[in-house]
């Protein structure tokens, strides 16, 4: 594949926002996460961005893994530092969706979905995965790691026989092959716009975007956590970023954190 990603293309390129302003891009590395946690805590600036060709140990939450060939996705991982209260900070999570779904949209305008917590689906299939980790210290929020894995030009083989079921790409998608500077760049741009709009005017323009893209609205979903399971109409975000889920007749969950499925009625 000519779609060359390297130290030298991300120098050469003008990323002139807040995000992107400094870029470390490995061939390989373990996780970009974790290499950008380390950055955090050493001080690194808000807007620094860790990118890699390929992951050995990508992370997904709850210590699942992130399939991570070289040479056709994007990985990587965006250093935040939001004034925000600690609970606020899993709206990040919700931000970091409509950006990079916004991002989608401009090259698939009608097929992209946002799939609580963290997905982002295209035509019932995960393109993309987000991980936010974070720190508190001194009681205060000190730094969101947005980390960030976008299926671009992945082909059927690169997947396993299960992901093949759940998983998709942007060629996949369009049987064509994209430039992931390219990408990247309009993701970044898209990033920002939607972080800058959080920090100025709050959580409510985010849980509108996501509303209006959500996956699953009104379905049968099944959510789960740890040894917790819950079954319910998925009813949406709550003005703070909890799934509202209604249990028989309005008996309302408010989820914070777990896993939903969504039990799609079939077409008629
Ligand atoms: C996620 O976790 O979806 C978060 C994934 C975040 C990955 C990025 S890559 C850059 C940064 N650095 C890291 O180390 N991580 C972040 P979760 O909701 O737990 O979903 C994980 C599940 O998604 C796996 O158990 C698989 O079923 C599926 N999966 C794994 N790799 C995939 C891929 N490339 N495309 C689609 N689905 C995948």
Redesign the pocket.
Known sequence: MDDELSGHILDEYPFTGKIGHKIHFFEITD????VAFKLAVEGAEEGTVVIADT?TK?????N?????PSGCNL???IILRPNIRIDEAPQISIVSGVGVADTMLSYFPSSVSLKWP??IMMNDR?IC???TEMRVKSGRLDFVIA???L?VNMLKEHFDDR?LE??TSMLLESGKVYSRINIMAVLIDTFEKWYNTFLNNGFQPIHKFWTDHAYGIGEMVVISFKDTVIAGKLKGLDKDGALLVEEGVGKMHRILTGDATVLKTPKQ
């Open positions: 996780s970009t996460n974790r992951q990508g992370k997904g939450r709850l699942r893994a992130w399939l991570s990985y990587l991982s963290n997905d995960k995965g987000i991980l980390g960030i894995g299926n992901l759940t998983a």
